[in-house]
């Protein structure tokens, strides 16, 4: 099946960094999703971003399907971004749900 | 409007019994979908449902089952618990199978 790999797996930063995220996948992909995961395990939806460029207030993500690949970009870093970032796609066929990443641990200290 | 629910929030139970989850969707969304999480890892996927037909399944034994019920609701089943069954299990609805997926808060399980 398809693979999924996100760097770094850890991250801390002081509040007001620039961070970004990454996430590769070993095949195409027509489903690719960002969440951030709270301490208490819900998944928040980020994005929904299979190609191309999008971007909401502070945060911005890019895919690049050809070279199978997306960022997570994260601006002037607050207390609140701390959490669990995962990266999951779907592959296609219908068979099979979303395939997720180990997550990227991001601490924000004030 | 309100997301996806999931039932009952906290679970403990003990080594072969069984237990069940529930889970409502989002209004409108036909595609329930199952993922179990232990901890430090990424969710991993169980079940996939569509229009109450199972369109996919992951790696994992039958003890467990899922069904989709006439209004999309779901429901996981675990036969025959296992302390490895511990996690937080957590259901996904979309409009489509391959489309945006959302998920609800989860529901831990504990097997003693």
């Known amino acids: 099946g398809i693979q999924v790999e996100q760097s770094p797996p850890d991250l801390i930063l002081q509040e007001g960094a620039n961070s970004t995220l990454r996430c590769n996948f070993s095949?195409?992909?027509?489903?690719l999703q960002w969440f951030h995961q709270n301490p208490w395990g819900q998944l928040i939806n980020l994005f929904y971003?299979?190609?191309g460029t999008k971007q909401n207030g502070r945060l911005s993500a890019t895919t690049v399907a050809t070279e199978r690949y997306s960022l997570l970009y994260i601006s002037s870093s607050q207390t609140t971004d701390s959490g669990v970032y995962f990266c999951a796609v779907y592959s296609g066929g219908g068979a099979d749900g979303l395939t997720f990443g180990k997550g990227t641990h991001l601490i924000i200290q004030p | 409007d309100a997301g996806v629910t999931q039932s009952p929030t906290h679970l403990i139970k003990t080594r072969g019994q069984q237990v069940t989850l529930r889970c409502s969707p989002i209004s409108g969304h036909k595609s329930v979908s199952w993922y179990q999480q232990v901890l430090g890892q990424g969710p991993q996927f169980i079940f996939q449902?569509?229009?109450?037909?199972?369109?996919g399944r992951g790696n994992f034994p039958d003890r467990f089952s899922a069904r989709q019920f006439p209004n999309y609701s779901s429901e996981l089943n675990v036969n025959a618990l296992l302390l490895g069954d511990s996690a937080l299990y957590l259901c996904?609805?979309?409009?489509?199978?391959?489309?945006?997926?959302?998920f609800g808060p989860g529901t831990r399980l504990t097997v003693t």
């Open positions: 095949d195409s992909v027509n489903n």
């Open positions: 996904a609805s979309s409009f489509e199978a391959v489309r945006e997926q959302y």
């Open positions: 971003i299979p190609s």
């Open positions: 449902y569509y229009e109450k037909e199972e369109r």
